[in-house]
């Protein structure tokens, strides 16, 4: 059994920043891939980016390169995402994911996550 919850979401203009937290419990927290999906309406859910166990790897879309930073804080068994340069199109509900499996691929697919948090909103303005 494992719980993610988000935070930090909000209304922000563009070119500003937003920082996300997942606070994880249940399981350990350090065994995990983690990830950050986004959702906008209308849309597939789509890969943001990812961490591993150690943080000493990450994986960004195209989209979000250059832009954004995932990091992860075992201790405190948070992920976090910050985002900046923030553009009208990374409007979305963000997602929290996280895997188990012993690959430790950095996956993707929404499809590689067994775990979801509630998603929070992120909405920027032109």
């Known amino acids: 059994q494992v719980q993610l919850v988000e935070s930090g979401g909000g209304a922000v203009q563009a070119g500003g920043s937003l920082r996300l937290s997942c606070a994880a419990s249940?399981?350990?927290?350090?065994?995990?891939?983690m990830a950050w999906f986004r959702q906008a309406p209308g849309r597939e859910r789509e890969f943001v980016a990812a961490?591993?166990?150690?943080?000493?790897?990450?994986s960004y879309s195209d989209s979000v390169k250059g832009r954004f930073t995932i990091s992860r804080d075992n201790a405190k068994n948070t992920v976090y995402l910050q985002m900046n340069s923030l553009k009208p199109e990374d409007t979305a509900v963000y997602y929290c994911?996280?895997?188990?499996?012993?690959?430790?691929?950095?996956?993707?697919?929404?499809?590689?996550?067994?775990?979801w948090g509630q998603g929070t909103q992120v909405t920027v303005s032109s």
């Open positions: 994911a996280a895997r188990y499996y012993p690959d430790s691929f950095l996956d993707p697919s929404p499809r590689g996550y067994d775990y």
């Open positions: 249940g399981r350990t927290f350090s065994s995990s891939i």
């Open positions: 961490i591993n166990w150690s943080g000493g790897r990450t």
